[in-house]
């Protein structure tokens, strides 16, 4: 079975999470299965290999799982985004709306050097606010978004649309 069909496999629905309505898309099933993650982070790593990559962003906190394993494998640093206060050193800090408010996420301010080629992962791509501002903090550190990936992808809530203006490619292993 190929890497997207043992993803599907391993994805858990979970009914009216975190509110009624909603079709959560649980990826920690794909944490039991070793194998399965190594694919994972080599089918990402083969889709960007082309580009000249310098640091890896995961988005917090699941972003965290796949993106310090790409870092890894690109050998580059890996540079995590979080929530407002979660950061301990001098921070810059982008504020986004939300369906139903709005987030800020915070990055240390030294963590890219001018002119670095930054890779934004995140485990799912929904509305594309969180992978937005990520490429705004990385701007702001001047910094340049080589490209955005992501385990999963909603395309029913076109979060592509919101990072197209970012000129970067944008990949996810499966999309729903």
């Known amino acids: ?86 950061l301990p050193y001098r921070t810059v800090s982008y504020e986004y709306k939300l369906e139903y408010g709005s987030a800020t996420m915070e990055m240390h301010e030294d963590a890219i050097e001018p002119g670095t080629r930054i890779l934004v992962h995140d485990d799912l791509l929904a509305t594309g606010g969180t992978a937005a501002a990520a490429a705004e903090l990385i701007r702001h550190l001047r910094g340049e978004v080589a490209g955005f990936s992501f385990v999963v992808s909603l395309d029913f809530l076109n979060g592509r649309d919101k990072l197209n203006p970012y000129g970067a490619p944008v990949k996810a292993l499966v999309s729903y």
């Open 1 to 86: 079975m190929d890497v997207v069909s043992r993803i599907c496999t391993a994805i858990r629905d979970i009914p009216d999470f975190p509110q009624p309505g909603i079709l959560f898309k649980d990826i920690t099933p794909i944490l039991l299965d070793p194998a399965l993650c190594s694919d994972i982070v080599g089918a990402i790593h083969q889709d960007f290999s082309g580009q000249k990559i310098g640091g890896i962003v995961g988005v917090e906190s699941r972003g965290f799982l796949f993106g310090m394993m790409l870092a890894q494998r690109f050998q580059v640093p890996f540079i995590p985004i979080r929530k407002k206060g979660k």
